[in-house]
């Protein structure tokens, strides 16, 4: 039988799937909000945006407001299809970091930033303060602050267990901010509705209550150790979501773990990141399943031996909108093995 999941997880997943919604309010301006420690303030909706980072260009699809975005980057996998061909007229500034200088050239009246770093403090495309003296206003999606301390650098540091409710919260607020509420609460309530068929799913299957599994999103080599998924990130909500337990007990979000250790836990599944990025050698995932079916310590784990591995997009394994798309699944691959 699988490990019971929070009532109180379940019953807020399913209530929200589920329940009323109170009608949307158009947006009154001027609006003012809180994000990531900035006070920000819109005098009407904005006209034209950038979004630097792929989850923020796809929330801004989601919501029906691709035609008001003027420039996308920071890419990891291709646009989810049913956005190629709007994308596909929208300028890409560039896969990775985009200039300072080539955000500001497209005339924004906002960008919309993924990650904190990108624009944030010490941002490695501006502070928020640049595009402020510009009269550019600037929005970074909660999952990215929201219990999360990202003075650290790089990744940051969770300092509380990422769930979907951050996700939520973005979506809500950039409805608010581009008044079009609605649309931001029917995409919740689909999204919520994901979420709960997904758990319901992996309840019924009546797991093991010791079923493991560790997320492999990349090496800097295949040789050295892995980058794989700590407890409080995105793949520590799928597996508390589901009933698995991570082998990696880290709080890091993405720790480096030995393939000694990692075998020595042997964990029931495996999931690796497939992506179009090619930063590292192990971006891969056919590089990752030739090492894991090659190498002598990770090719002898029951996972390896038993064909239990898993292929994720590996934009879901950061905390996105996919995620939930992703926990969906994982949850459908779950039903089709045979883990007992």
Known sequence: MTKPLSRALIAGIFACAWGHHASAQETRYPLTLSNCGTQITFDAAPQST???????????????????????SVWFSAVMPRFAQVDATIPRL??????????????????????????????????????????????????????????????????GAFDTGSVYKGIRELAQIFNVPADGDALIAELKDTEAKAIARAQALDLPDDLSAVFWFSS?????????????????????????????????????????????????????????????AADDVAQKLAFLRSDPVASQMKAVIEGRIIEMDAHAMDATVRSIYALDDLSSALAAMDLR
């Open 50 to 72: 950038v979004a630097v980072g792929q989850a923020a260009t796809e929330i801004l699809y989601l919501l029906g407001l691709a035609p008001k975005v003027s420039g996308t």
């Open 94 to 159: 560039a896969d990775n970091d985009p200039s300072f200088e080539s955000v500001v050239a497209q005339k924004p009246d906002l960008v919309v930033a993924q990650y904190e770093w990108h624009v944030g403090p010490t941002g490695s495309v501006a502070t928020r303060e640049m595009f402020h003296d510009l009269g550019i206003g600037s929005y970074i999606l909660p999952a990215d602050c929201d219990a999360k301390d990202n003075s650290t650098g790089g990744d940051g540091l969770r300092v």
């Open 220 to 280: 800097a080599d295949t040789q050295v150790d892995p980058f794989v998924a700590g407890q409080l990130g995105a793949p520590g909500y799928m597996m508390d979501a589901l009933g698995i337990t991570n082998i990696v007990q880290s709080d890091e979000e993405w720790p480096t773990v030995g393939w000694e250790t990692i075998a020595k836990s042997d964990p029931d599944v495996i999931v690796i990141a497939k992506m179009d990025r090619r930063r590292h």
